[in-house]
Nanobody, 125 residues
Framework: VQLQASGGGLVQAGGSLRLSCAAS????????VGWFRQAPGKEREFVGG????????YYPDSVKGRFTTSRDNAKNTVYLQMHNLRPKDTAVYYC???????????????????WGQGTLVTVSS
């Protein structure tokens, strides 16, 4: 599967942004999808994931309550809605996918096999 992330941009602190991850292929509903981000000089960080059916999600404490991921399998697209953005959310955001069992949502980079190219989110203070 090939992934294309989009929707990044410049936003003021406290603002919102929605990222999209469009996938190729006809079996997208067999894949769990995760979102990661990488700020300059820092390691890539998991910020959310959704299971193949879209009924289960998982978020780390750093974004819980502010970030929400959802998916539309008919459109082969996963979304990351981000609210109350902070300057420390500034990073390149990536989506990733892996063929998974129904309830599985990997939370580490190694748990994913396919990666999008990343989209830059910049939050100004």
């Amino acid at each position: 599967v090939q992934l294309q992330a989009s929707g990044g941009g410049l936003v003021q602190a406290g603002g919102s942004l929605r990222l999209s991850c469009a996938a190729s292929g006809r079996t997208f509903d067999s894949y769990a999808v995760g979102w990661f981000r990488q700020a300059p000089g820092k390691e890539r960080e998991f910020v959310g994931g959704i299971n193949r059916a879209g009924r289960m999600t998982y978020y780390p404490d750093s974004v819980k309550g502010r970030f929400t991921t959802s998916r539309d399998n008919a459109k082969n697209t996963v979304y990351l809605q981000m609210h109350n953005l902070r300057p420390k959310d500034t990073a390149v955001y990536y989506c990733a996918a892996v063929r998974a069992i129904l309830s599985h949502i990997p939370t580490t980079e190694g748990g994913y096999h396919y990666w999008g190219q990343g989209t830059l989110v910049t939050v100004s203070s």
